[in-house]
Nanobody
Framework: QLQESGGGLVQPGGSLRLSCVASGDSDGNHIMGWFRQAPGKEREFVAD????????AYLFSVKGRFTISRDNARNTVYLQMNNLKPEDTAVYYCGTRPSWSTSWTEADSWGQGTQVTVSS
């Protein structure tokens, strides 16, 4: 089970920090990541991070502005979002997939999502 928090309304150029806590049967051996879905658009990958190496990958348009990190002891993944733009407005979802999986089509858990709105 995944629970996101930290969304809200922010002005362009502002910052938000999203959190996602994994509970239940999670053994921590998962890749954790963030996706987002804007109105009328498909869900898109934003960032993910491996447990063992902390290796991370990002959507090109958020590189240099967003940072994903994780606290394995707390089974929590974070998404620090800086210099937010109106086009970042979306519902942000946390997900996990097994470390052996090759893509997010094999995701095994999703959160309910948290709304991020960037507007003046």
């Amino acid at each position: 089970q995944l629970q996101e928090s930290g969304g809200g309304l922010v002005q362009p150029g502002g910052s938000l920090r999203l959190s996602c806590v994994a509970s239940g049967d999670s053994d921590g051996n998962h890749i954790m990541g963030w996706f987002r879905q804007a109105p009328g658009k498909e869900r898109e990958f934003v960032a993910d991070i491996w447990r063992s190496s902390n290796s991370a990958a990002y959507l090109f348009s958020v590189k240099g502005r967003f940072t994903i990190s994780r606290d394995n002891a707390r089974n929590t993944v974070y998404l620090q979002m800086n210099n937010l733009k109106p086009e970042d407005t979306a519902v942000y979802y946390c997900g996990t997939r097994p470390s052996w999986s090759t893509s997010w089509t094999e995701a095994d858990s999703w959160g309910q999502g948290t709304q991020v709105t960037v507007s003046s």
